[in-house]
């Protein structure tokens, strides 16, 4: 599956190409809409180079780039001291690729109502063949439907389960038709039904728009970004011969910040932003006295009143009924609730 002339090192989305084309698409893909801030490091592994790259530092574009553009790097280009370390202090693998589809196989199986929808996997050496025909739908259900359809990965890392321009774990290239992420499958089926590249862009920003994903580490974070990003300028390219253009391409990066999130997912709250059994300084009429803060919902192992600051998402197509603001911004523990 994978194109002999490409090499592992075309995996890696350089920040530098970013930048060069667009600083724009680079600061929104470092944005963090719930601080108003950039997401930030949330890793020890980059300490080493200075203090702007500490664990709780913003990651900002000159920290990326230019003579830094090298530091960030997919997980199957870093060395393997640095993979047994991420995998050892945070929990950190990486699923192949083969076992992504398998899993997004069954999603969709039960969506359909049949098996083998998008591809064929192989019984015995973890491949798969892509369905060569235009996909059909079961009765009552639409294209348009599947595009709509809400789907979510938790804890993404490089979000392998909603785009696979290569495998996480061997580093492996794979061809456009030949992917099997969540959000890939959206891309084929627009591209299946629609010709005229307005529509087809209308429908590909309502597909990012229900594709959401979540991770702790800010470096992760930006690659499963930037991932997503180079997705859509190469199914759009792949449609219709060149590259679209950067208000389309801008655009899409704003969904995309809103919608793959820094949190941490036992929480609901920006990493490490609880204060539990802290000191805090407290002014009182005769000067100044220390007393201990506690946060609840760390305290009691419940998401629901932590102190932290509560992850915002966008509830895109609904409007706030309290402001009329349209995409309306919703804590996404009060998804929660429902």
Known sequence: MSNKDESPACIDIREDNLLALSAEVLDTLLRDHTTGRNIFWATHDYEALGSEYDYHSEILPHLITGEHGMIIRPRVLKSKESQAVRAKDMAE??????????????????????????????????????NPNKIEFPEGKTWKDYVRATRMEITCGEAPYLVSRYDATTGEPIPIEQRIGLLDRKLRVISENVDAS??????????????????????????????????FIE???????????????????????????????????????????????????????????YCDGCQQDNIQVHNGKYCLIRDWGVKDPRTGEQNRKIRFIDLMKK
């Open 93 to 130: 693998v990486f699923t192949p690729s083969w076992v992504c589809n398998a899993q997004n196989n069954l999603v969709d199986e039960a969506w359909f109502g049949r098996k083998d929808v998008f591809n064929v996997e192989g019984t015995t050496n973890h491949t798969w063949k892509a």
């Open 198 to 231: 307005g529509d087809w862009l209308e429908w590909a920003q309502t597909a990012y728009k229900n594709i959401y994903a979540f991770e702790w580490q800010g470096d992760n974070l930006l690659l499963a970004r930037e991932a997503l990003l180079y997705t």
């Open 235 to 293: 199914y759009y390219q792949a449609k219709f011969g060149k590259a679209p253009l950067l208000k389309s391409i801008n655009y899409i990066a704003y969904i995309i910040s809103w919608n793959l999130w820094q949190m941490d997912g036992l929480k609901g709250v920006i990493p490490n932003s609880c204060r539990d059994n802290v000191p805090e300084f407290v002014q009182t009429l005769f000067g100044e006295e220390v007393r201990m803060v």
